[in-house]
């Protein structure tokens, strides 16, 4: 009698998979690009995205397709050098562990896609079915959408990823399947269309690849030269959404001074008058990696991009603007660029251009010319819009940054 009363104890256990090990999350496939145009383009790609709840500047232990519960908190011990802040843990585990997104050097919680931030970068033949299975399974427990910006949904209006207005959010711990055709082709994105989700990292590109190449450029490989830019701040976003949406303005400075003391940050305008900075600016990155400036112009040794070109090519760069506040200036040092495409819409080219504009959502694809350059790295900058020059002095110190040179050309 006792030896069967132990046998459905056990059982029991195995049912609710507390006991025997079972884990019923959804396997995550580490790949950062789905390449669709691998198959023909009449088959249906399959892509599964896990959305989850994880820490920027953290690695994590990825075995069988499951994510271990710990992570493993790093630092950058020298430029681009991140080093596991645990002495106890054998520097050979490192090589084994994948990290969401270093962004600007600073820990925060973030949203990522399959253990990366920004998400999987997918790629599809024109009019190709995509079909996306998306996992929430975010620590907070809210519900979330991915809609496919740029996506016309023709005969597929409930795929259109709008939470409440086009279907229920997906609720913790539930999937939604996106089952629509990619087109138009050109440069898109993806992003969470809940909350303030987006700005924590649930995003990534969606390119649509034209099925002849455009003879204005010769090589054109969206799998590596598609940058994502974005804007980043210290706070995750619904704390800047709060202060900025309560009016209150930003008020971060308060909790380190006295409360008769405090400063609440100034918005900050563009040279025509333009608000353009109502929270602060912190950092910017181009595809999760970026230098934070402190108030000396000082960079931190966070990591940033690179993009390998070779002399005597054109490229096809895609840019997609993902901000949550400020526009940001494009250029590439000693570089112009020639743009043929916003908005994933082809436009009669525009050659010898200094920088593009992006506001959020804006995509442009640019030209670059690599042909009679000197063999060296070139800086790629993102900046941002404002007129600095007339304010006072404090402002100019909580503002911290003036120019943000995030990443490389070489
Ligand atoms: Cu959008």
């Known amino acids: 009698m006792q030896v069967l009363l132990l046998v459905t104890v056990l059982v029991g256990c195995c049912v609710h998979g507390v006991l ?20 023909h383009p009449i088959e249906t790609c399959h892509i599964t995205f896990v959305v989850e709840s994880l820490l920027s500047m953290t690695f994590y232990n990825i075995t069988d397709h499951r994510r271990e519960w710990r992570g493993y908190r790093a630092a950058f011990t020298s430029p681009g050098k991140l080093s596991l802040l645990r002495d106890d843990v054998h520097p050979s585990l490192m090589e084994k562990l994948v990290m969401p997104a270093s962004v600007d050097g600073f820990f925060r919680p973030i949203i990522a896609i399959n253990t990366q931030m920004p998400g999987p970068t997918i790629i599809a033949h024109a009019d190709q079915f995509l079909s996306i299975t998306v996992y929430n399974e975010l620590l907070d427990v809210k519900g979330i959408s991915v809609h496919w910006h740029g996506m016309h949904q023709m005969g597929s209006t409930r795929m259109d990823g709008l939470a409440y207005i086009t279907q229920r959010p997906i609720m913790p711990f539930q999937s939604f399947r996106y089952q629509f055709k990619a087109a138009p082709v050109g440069t898109h994105w993806y ?8 700005t924590d990292g649930l995003l990534g590109a969606l390119i649509v690849k034209e099925s002849t190449t455009d003879n204005r450029y010769t090589i054109d490989l969206p799998d590596q030269h598609t940058l994502i830019l974005t804007d980043w701040f210290q706070e995750a ?6 202060q900025v949406q309560s ?9 380190t001074k006295l409360a008769t003391h405090y400063t609440v940050y100034k918005s900050t305008f563009a040279p025509d008058g333009t608000l353009i900075g109502y929270a602060p600016f912190w950092s910017a990155t181009i595809n999760g990696k970026g230098r934070h400036y402190n108030e000396n112009g000082e960079a931190n040794f966070a990591d940033i991009s690179y993009f390998n ?14 901000q949550s506040i400020y526009a940001l200036r494009f250029s590439i040092e000693g ?13 009669n080219s525009i050659a010898n251009v200094d920088y593009v504009i992006l506001h959020s959502g804006e995509r442009y694809d640019v030209v670059v010319d690599t042909s009679g350059k000197d063999i060296r790295d070139y800086w790629i900058l993102a900046e941002t819009l404002e007129d600095l020059t007339n304010l006072p002095y404090d402002i100019r110190l909580e503002h911290g940054l003036v120019k943000n040179i995030p990443n490389v050309l070489r």
């Open 335 to 347: 570089h112009k660029l020639m743009v043929i495409s916003t908005d994933g819409f082809k436009i």
């Open 247 to 255: 009016r209150v303005r930003f008020w971060k400075e308060m909790q």
């Open 20 to 39: 025997c090990g079972v884990d019923n999350r959804p396997k995550i496939d580490p790949r950062k690009v789905w390449d669709c145009t691998e198959l």
């Open 237 to 242: 976003s619904i704390e800047v959404y709060q």
């Open 191 to 198: 992003h969470a269309h809940t909350g303030a989700q987006r």
């Open 309 to 322: 070109v070779v002399p005597n090519q054109k490229y096809r760069f895609r840019l997609i603007g993902t």
